[in-house]
């Protein structure tokens, strides 16, 4: 369960990135954050990250509230994360298996496991014969399901995607949101999106926040913006 309560955060600057924001995401639910450019939805997903911290207000992650000075387990919440971002953030000169394969090196995993692990994550984005191929040599559409393996490898409960389909064509993206809705049920899944095509068709819930306020929170929701 993720919980904002009352969550607002304004910038030295003065800009107010959200004002008095609440709800609850159930453990595995599906949901699209949705919203003009500037509205607050990446600031909703590093709170979420606990990249940055609310000027008032809580962000409950599983029942432990992270925005507090005392909470000392952010590797331990960032292990559960799985973050995808608009331009796939893969590193070149790492092979499509090393790229999966980083957080479980990082955690020490035996090689078997990793091995047995980064297979699995590559079957679940159907690229299984890729495994050795280098970055340079795949599609935009490709590195996005690579992103995707990376972000579910390691049992993470969590995926924050922030705009995962603004760099790709509609079909491409359609097949990056099939991936998602394969996921569906298994973990807790957040989609930052401009894509009103997608949100519509989907029918999933739909947080709306404008000028840094929820707007709208819809059961089976749309984009109307
Ligand atoms: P969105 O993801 O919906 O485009 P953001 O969450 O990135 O919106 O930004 C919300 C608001 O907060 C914007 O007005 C933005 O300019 C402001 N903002 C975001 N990060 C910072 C920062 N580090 N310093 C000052 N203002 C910021």
Same mark, same amino acid.
């Given at each position: 369960?993720?919980?904002?309560?009352?969550?607002?955060?304004? =910038?030295?600057?003065?800009?107010?990135?959200?004002?008095?924001?609440?709800?609850? #995401?159930?453990?595995?639910? @599906?949901?699209?954050?949705?919203?003009?450019?500037?509205?607050?939805?990446?600031?909703?997903?590093?709170?979420?990250?606990?990249?940055?911290?609310?000027?008032?207000?809580?962000?409950?992650?599983?029942?432990?509230?992270?925005?507090?000075?005392?909470?000392?387990?952010?590797?331990?919440?960032?292990?559960?994360?799985?973050?995808? @971002?608009?331009? @796939?953030?893969?590193?070149?000169?790492?092979?499509?298996?090393?790229?999966?394969?980083?957080?479980?090196?990082?955690?020490?995993?035996?090689?078997?496991?990793? *091995?047995?692990?980064?297979?699995?994550?590559?079957?679940?984005?159907?690229?299984?014969?890729?495994?050795?191929?280098?970055?340079?040599?795949?599609?935009?559409?490709?590195?996005?399901?690579?992103?995707?393996?990376?972000?579910?490898?390691?049992?993470?409960?969590? #995926?924050?995607?922030?705009?995962?389909?603004?760099?790709?064509?509609?079909?491409?993206?359609?097949?990056?949101? *099939?991936?998602?809705?394969?996921? *569906?049920?298994?973990?807790? #899944?957040?989609?930052?999106?401009?894509?009103?095509?997608?949100?519509?068709?989907?029918?999933?819930?739909?947080?709306?926040?404008?000028?840094?306020?929820?707007?709208?929170?819809?059961?089976?929701?749309? =984009?109307?913006?």
């Amino acid at each position: 369960m993720i919980q904002f309560a009352s969550v607002t955060k304004s =910038y030295p600057s003065g800009s107010i990135a959200l004002d008095d924001v609440s709800f609850e #995401i159930p453990e595995n639910d @599906f949901l699209f954050l949705v919203g003009p450019s500037g509205a607050g939805k990446t600031t909703v997903l590093k709170l979420i990250m606990r990249q940055i911290m609310p000027t008032s207000g809580s962000v409950m992650v599983d029942d432990t509230e992270i925005s507090t000075p005392q909470f000392t387990q952010v590797p331990v919440l960032r292990r559960a994360i799985g973050m995808v @971002f608009q331009d @796939f953030k893969i590193l070149r000169d790492k092979s499509i298996f090393e790229n999966i394969a980083i957080s479980l090196t990082i955690l020490g995993l035996s090689k078997a496991e990793i *091995e047995e692990k980064v297979t699995a994550a590559l079957d679940i984005v159907g690229l299984q014969t890729r495994a050795d191929a280098f970055p340079v040599q795949l599609s935009a559409g490709e590195l996005q399901r690579i992103a995707i393996a990376r972000a579910v490898v390691g049992d993470r409960s969590i #995926i924050l995607a922030d705009e995962p389909t603004g760099n790709l064509d509609p079909k491409t993206a359609w097949d990056i949101m *099939e991936i998602f809705k394969k996921l *569906e049920g298994t973990r807790t #899944i957040i989609i930052a999106t401009h894509n009103a095509d997608i949100v519509n068709h989907m029918k999933k819930r739909v947080l709306t926040i404008i000028d840094g306020k929820l707007a709208d929170d819809a059961k089976k929701g749309g =984009y109307r913006l």
